[in-house]
C-alpha cells in the first residue's frame, strides 16, 4: 500500500474530523492528491482533489464543510470535515493521480472508514 490514510472514526452529527495520507515521494511530487468517498450501496464520489499548486475541486455535497489541503514538505494531503453529518458516513480513499509524460496511473490508499451517529 503506497498510500497511507488515518483519522477515520466515529463522530457525533455536527463533529469534525480530519484525515490525513501520506505518499511516497515520487507519488506525492508535482501531482494531483485528494479524497473520494463510498457509502453503502453508493458509487465511489469525489470529495476534494488539491493539484500540486494548491487549485482545488470539492464535491458540491461537501462544500463550505470540508477543507483539502496538501503539506508537499511532508508529501502529506489533509482533509478537514466539519459540520459532518449521517450523509458523510463512508470509507475515505485517499488518491494520487501521478503523470509521467503524457501517462498517468491512478493510486488508491486502503480506505478508513468515517461513521457520524449519535
Known amino acids: 500500500v503506497q498510500l497511507q490514510a488515518s483519522g477515520g472514526g466515529l463522530v457525533q452529527p455536527g463533529g469534525s474530523l480530519r484525515l490525513s495520507c501520506t505518499a511516497p515521494?515520487?507519488?506525492?511530487?508535482?501531482?494531483?492528491m485528494g479524497w473520494y468517498r463510498q457509502a453503502p450501496g453508493k458509487q465511489r464520489e469525489l470529495v476534494a482533489l488539491?493539484?500540486?499548486?494548491?487549485?482545488?475541486r470539492v464535491g458540491d455535497s461537501v462544500k463550505g464543510r470540508f477543507t483539502i489541503s496538501r503539506d508537499n514538505a511532508k508529501n502529506t494531503v489533509f482533509l478537514q470535515m466539519n459540520s459532518l453529518n449521517p450523509e458523510d458516513t463512508a470509507v475515505y480513499y485517499c488518491y494520487a493521480r501521478q503523470w509521467i509524460g503524457s501517462v498517468y496511473t491512478d493510486y488508491w490508499g486502503q480506505g478508513t472508514l468515517v461513521t457520524v451517529s449519535s
Open positions: 515521494g515520487n507519488i506525492f511530487g508535482n501531482n494531483n
Open positions: 488539491i493539484s500540486s499548486l494548491g487549485n482545488q
